[in-house]
């Protein structure tokens, strides 16, 4: 018996829906530019949604559905991804090129998503055309379910703490100088540091500054998010310590800091307890890899408020290490390790999978670095620059196998080619193998790499050329799970992924520049088998664009396996 394509949607919705034991979140987003915020004080064109810079939280719990119906009021295309949720079994809501057509200008389209079996701090933002660029972000918190423990005691309050780099000036022309330009690096150096999206305290470009107000006695958990386009940053605050608890979905093993690294794309938890005198105290981001003062624009600087505090900020800032001290780095990320005995989404504990037996199925080497093609300077992963196309890979997947879209497998994972050259590239994945991903950074600055879909295992750093004997240096006992991991100048990072999520997932560098031209691929994690509680078939409200806005309708998925 044929089944519609409507019916077939409200038979999925219903197990769906049923078999889960989340809420329905809606939201309501109008998504504008705004030259009245003036961030740094300077008139540019900011994204809003529903007047705010940064945008509005999204506050769920595990299990729960977002349903986000976003107008797009801009004049231009227009798509959000969500940094670090990994949409299970529906990369359809990932909201990036490959996955999505865009919502166009003067309409409106609804991403439905669960925050399924995960937990902790993420982030979203607009995903094509440079917007990041002009704000459009906003944090994400997904938070456990009372029947699991969270592993430190409930905290007198939480804090949002997004903090990224920021230009002057209107993005649309930074976006073109970029696409037109000879030599990348004329895009120069970002001009400010913004907390939650406000210039530095005391600097003159500043037309407000952010300020948390604390009780003494109280401990607070902050969630840090580096929403920026380009450098990592040195966190602290002046006289007191943070107690590391968790990353992008992660409870880690609890230490204490003097400062935290947060690396482009990246999320973290820490408790900061307020056992000073009642008074203010600076909160510092710095930026990494680059030679800045005290009195620059560049070093973000908010405020911690006693809340009977009558005293002004005094002393000098805290310090932090030295930029260039790369050791610090490194040997801060290897501490940072996976809780193995608590709890997080399921009630089992975290540790379920032990790396240190899996057999790897799949190993991709990927050089990132810069190469010339037609006379213009790209980012390049094994000498191919991702070459986004009109048409998203998942739907020309699902409607007629890539064909005239994309080739599969064309790109070399495990070489590099002679020549730079754009490529559509998209490669098989393994279902439920595992994977070893090797990003080796072959430019000057830090990098970091994201993989939508899943959160990966962090096992290894290393400086210079990997090699097979590299994996003797990595750590199969506790590493951190999370879906961003920084990659220092000259060296690399491994990872390991289970692939047993099927979709369309982008790796990407999350510096925006090396993105937006062509540090990007697709991974296809293919099952075979047509049940669609193995992957969800496109949703109700499914737009079409490129090759198939014709008109032409996706076929329902057949009915077996039931």
Request: charged share 15%; with cysteine; net charge negative.
């Amino acid at each position: 018996m044929a089944v519609s394509s409507n019916r077939w949607s409200a038979i999925l919705l219903a197990i769906f829906f049923t078999t889960a034991n989340g809420i329905d979140i809606f939201l309501e987003w109008n998504v504008a530019l705004d030259s009245t915020i003036k961030p740094a004080g300077l008139d540019q064109p900011v994204i809003t949604i529903n007047g705010m810079f940064p945008g509005p939280l999204i506050n769920a719990t595990t299990n729960d559905f977002v349903h986000v119906n976003v107008f797009n009021n801009l004049d231009e295309p227009l798509l959000f991804t969500w940094n670090g949720i990994q949409q299970r079994l529906n990369s359809w809501q990932d909201g990036v090129s490959g996955t999505n057509c865009p919502i166009l200008p003067g309409t409106n389209w609804t991403y439905v998503f669960q925050t399924k079996d995960q937990i902790g701090s993420f982030f979203y933002f607009p995903s094509i055309n440079y917007q990041k660029a002009a704000g459009g972000f906003g944090p994400i918190r997904v938070n456990n379910r009372n029947v699991i423990a969270v592993p430190f005691p409930k905290p007198e309050a939480e804090f949002d703490l997004l903090i990224g780099d920021w230009f002057y000036g209107d993005y649309k022309k930074r976006r073109t100088m970029m696409e037109r330009s000879v030599d990348i690096n004329e895009g120069g150096v970002p001009n400010m540091i913004l907390m939650n999206g406000k210039g530095p305290y005391g600097d003159p470009m500043s037309k407000a500054y952010e300020s948390f107000t604390v009780t003494k006695g109280m401990t607070y958990r902050f969630r840090i998010s580096n929403v920026g386009s380009a450098f990592s940053f040195n966190f602290r605050i002046q006289n007191h310590k943070m107690v590391l608890v968790e990353t992008e979905g992660s409870y880690t093993n609890q230490m204490t800091l003097d400062s935290l690294d947060v690396h482009v794309g990246q999320s973290y938890s820490v408790l900061v307890t307020a056992d000073q005198d009642d008074s203010d105290y600076f909160m510092v981001a710095s930026p990494k890899w680059f030679n800045s003062s005290d009195s620059t624009s560049l070093v973000g600087l908010s405020v911690l408020h006693y809340s009977i505090s009558n005293s002004q900020l005094t002393g000098p800032l805290p310090t932090g290490p030295d930029p260039f001290d790369l050791e610090f780095s490194v040997n801060q990320a290897k501490s940072v390790r996976w809780n193995l005995t608590t709890g997080a989404a399921r009630p089992n504990p975290q540790g379920t999978f032990n790396v240190s037996n899996i057999s790897l199925t799949q190993t991709f080497q990927l050089h990132a670095s810069m190469g010339a093609i037609n006379g213009q300077q790209r980012y390049v992963v094994n000498n191919i620059s991702y070459l986004t196309v009109e048409t998203p890979l998942k739907l020309a997947d699902y409607m007629v196998n890539g064909s005239g879209v994309y080739e599969l497998d064309q790109f070399p994972t495990q070489t590099v080619n002679s020549e730079a050259s754009y490529g559509v590239s998209v490669v098989s994945g393994i279902h439920k193998g595992w994977i070893e991903l090797v990003f080796i950074n072959q430019l000057g600055v830090i990098d970091s790499w994201h993989l939508d879909g899943f959160g990966f295992y962090v096992v290894g750093f290393g400086n210079g050329e990997w090699t097979e004997e590299s994996r003797s240096t990595y750590n199969l006992y506790d590493p951190i799970v999370r879906a961003t991991a920084q990659v220092y100048p000259r060296g690399w990072t491994a990872v390991y992924a289970f692939l047993d999520n099927p979709g369309m997932w982008n790796v990407r560098s999350q510096l925006l520049n090396n993105w937006y031209l062509g540090h990007e691929f697709y991974v296809r994690v293919f099952n075979a088998d047509p049940n669609p509680a193995k992957e969800r078939p496109p949703p109700e409200n499914l737009l079409l664009c490129g090759i198939f806005q014709s008109g032409m309708e996706p076929a329902p998925a057949p009915m077996t396996g039931w």
